[in-house]
């Protein structure tokens, strides 16, 4: 039986989650080189995302005010933080997403359950233009329910006005997705894109896979027939 609700996650499933860290970059970048004109825009928002590549996330921005020979002081940080979290993001669907949650509309009732701060969340969708390609948006932060906690997925569950076994989760980070899944009692469909896509599921393995998020009505039909692969 085809499922009545897709609970489906954004970050990495819909979108490169890069693209919104480089935006941000590029904000941060601007409202640095606004304040010291000695620095470059461009060769700041180069040298973030080269720090990001071979030192991860963390202080990326202490470093790199340091090295533009910059006091990194509280103050201005926090007001960097700030402007990373609150701008407006230059990012856009991997190509055939919006085809592709069109085509499941016709099928079944989405929404997006998504992770992180609300305010970034918010703005991402804003971006991505997805209050028009889904019919509800829940962020669990704003209900102090990161994932894995069902409680989002109640909630769009709520919104959808289907039940968790007529559902199907669909994400790219088994430890965040597919235990949701397992929390509410949904099938999954694991996306291999984004920067989870080799972590191994452990205790949380997916009812069916998709390479990308425009292969999972394929995944949707396997798992109807009760194939998995």
Not at 66 to 86: E, F, K, M, S
Not at 116 to 140: I, N, P, S, Y
Not at 169 to 181: E, K, R, S, Y
Not at 200 to 212: H, L, T, V
Request: hydrophobic share 45%; net charge negative.
């Amino acid at each position: 039986m085809s499922p009545r609700a897709l609970l489906i996650d954004l970050d990495d499933t819909l979108y490169d989650e890069r693209s919104y860290v480089l935006s941000g970059f590029r904000a941060v970048a601007a409202a640095i080189a606004e304040a010291f004109p000695h620095v470059s825009a461009d060769g700041m928002s180069a040298d973030l995302a080269a720090r990001l590549d071979a030192e991860g996330r963390g202080k990326l921005f202490d470093g790199a005010l340091a090295a533009a020979r910059i006091d990194p002081t509280p103050d201005l940080i926090a007001h960097l933080v700030g402007t990373y979290r609150d701008h407006h993001p230059d990012i856009a669907l991997w190509p055939g997403v919006a085809a592709t949650l069109a085509e499941l509309r016709q099928r079944h009732r989405l929404a997006i359950v998504t992770d992180g701060l609300h305010l970034m969340q918010r703005r991402k969708a804003e971006a991505l233009g997805l209050a028009g390609l889904v019919d509800a948006l829940v962020f669990c932060w704003e209900h102090e329910a990161p994932k894995p906690h069902p409680t989002g997925y109640r909630m769009a569950l709520k919104k959808l006005e289907a039940a968790a076994g007529d559902a199907v989760v669909i994400g790219d980070n088994p430890l965040h997705d597919m235990a949701g899944a397992q929390a509410i009692g949904a099938k999954s469909i694991r996306v291999r894109t984004g920067k989870f896509a080799k972590v191994d599921p452990g205790r949380f393995p997916p009812d069916a896979e998709a390479p990308s998020f425009n292969d999972v009505p394929a995944a949707l039909a396997r798992l109807a027939t009760g194939d998995p692969s």
